[in-house]
């Protein structure tokens, strides 16, 4: 019975053995394979969930040759349970749109963005960013945060961007200044995406899908099977500035672990999903390589990687553990998304920060640290 197998099994064991047993249920169907028929350690993967469960992990998914191999969830958390993004959505919301914009020939990476913001054409700084700047952090443009404050308590313009009032776009193209010649540094910056999301919604006018929602569910994540009760974008409305309906991309999606690993997988192969193109194979190893673009400071504690468009990129082996054809999406709170094309490797956490404030982590620090170390080696077979 169950209750006679609960009794044999831990909590984490039971839930696990729930799911690969189909006697859960989830929403989007991903074949499932045990660990070690695809080359992986199911005992360091348990090994590592249980750690995991001790830092604030609310799921955790491992699929290899498109079968999941190891799925968890906390009591509140469940297959059909959508987690907030964060920042992750700048991968699985901006570079997935901006990739489709890129395919369809809307856009290209060195478009100068005043193309479709054109009160940025006779500004001495604005009028030299493109495109692939607002994709990489590298326009100047300065970010919506001051020390640690809270959003809410942003004074200005910066806490007007997060508290969206009367729209965060118009405070990002009009308001947010610039703060460095365009291309000759990095700088995270939210406000940055709000205006490549205006740029790539300018430059769907008159497409069969004009707005990123619209784009999104019809080109990637209908034909993922992925239902809109598993996902949603956009702090879950649309801002209409200039005749566009504006999606966010920096940040407000919420997202199943099965449809976020969906995204992971059809990016590992190159567009292609069930015999069905969905992306050109060209364009997703464009937006997934480095962009060739300043590299963010980097210290033992914060390895962080150099920038795709709306992708993260180990192209120089700033992750050790990992290989350097890897890429990746990541927010706030350490919700990260995984992809390894040389393994043929998905990994989707989501939850709270995994370090504590004693352990001197960055936020790229505590994923290798806890997530990327401890995944590869689980790996037993290369690939």
Not at 59 to 71: P, Q, S, W
Not at 109 to 116: G, I, R, S, V
Request: aromatic share 10%.
């Amino acid at each position: 019975s169950l209750g006679a197998r609960m009794g044999r099994m831990s909590k984490l064991r039971f839930t696990i053995w729930l799911l690969t047993a189909g006697l859960l249920g989830a929403a989007v169907p991903w074949e499932t394979a045990t660990p070690e028929s695809l080359g992986l350690d199911g005992k360091r993967l348990a090994a590592m969930t249980k750690t995991l469960a001790g830092r604030r992990t609310q799921n955790f998914l491992v699929a290899r040759r498109g079968k999941i191999v190891h799925e968890w969830y906390a009591a509140a958390s469940g297959p059909e349970q959508r987690h907030y993004t964060a920042s992750l959505a700048k991968a699985i919301v901006g570079g997935m749109s901006l990739a489709l914009a890129f395919q369809d020939g809307r856009l290209q990476p060195d478009d100068p963005a005043w193309k479709h913001i054109p009160a940025w054409r006779d500004d001495p700084l604005r009028s030299k960013i493109t495109v692939r700047h607002l994709a990489t952090h590298s326009s100047g443009i300065e970010d919506a945060e001051q020390g640690d404050l809270p959003h809410e308590k942003l004074p200005g313009w910066k806490g007007a961007f997060w508290r969206r009032k009367p729209d965060p776009f118009s405070i990002a193209l009009r308001d947010a200044p610039v703060i460095f010649e365009p291309g000759t540094k990095y700088a995270y910056s939210n406000p940055g995406m709000a205006a490549l999301a205006y740029v790539v919604t300018a430059a769907l006018k008159g497409a069969a899908q004009a707005d990123i929602r619209t784009l999104l569910k019809q080109r990637i994540l209908d034909p993922l099977g992925v239902p809109e009760s598993q996902w949603s974008i956009g702090y879950g409305r649309a801002y209409e500035l200039d005749g566009l309906q504006l999606y966010a991309n920096w940040g407000g999606g919420s997202f199943t672990a099965r449809a976020v690993a969906c995204v992971g997988q059809l990016m590992l192969q190159r567009g292609e999903w069930k015999k069905q193109k969905l992306l050109s194979a060209a364009w997703v190893d464009k937006v997934t390589a480095y962009a060739g673009t300043p590299l963010p400071e980097r210290r033992p504690s914060q390895p962080a990687p150099g920038s795709g468009l709306g992708w993260w990129t180990n192209f120089d082996g700033v992750w050790k553990k990992v290989p350097d054809d890897a890429f990746a999406g990541a927010g706030a709170g350490h919700q990260v998304l995984l992809v390894v094309p040389s393994l043929d490797l998905v990994m989707v956490r989501n939850g709270g920060v995994l370090a504590e404030p004693g352990e001197g982590l960055g936020f790229w620090g505590a994923v290798e640290r806890y997530v990327f170390g401890p995944l590869m080696e689980a790996v037993l077979q290369y690939p």
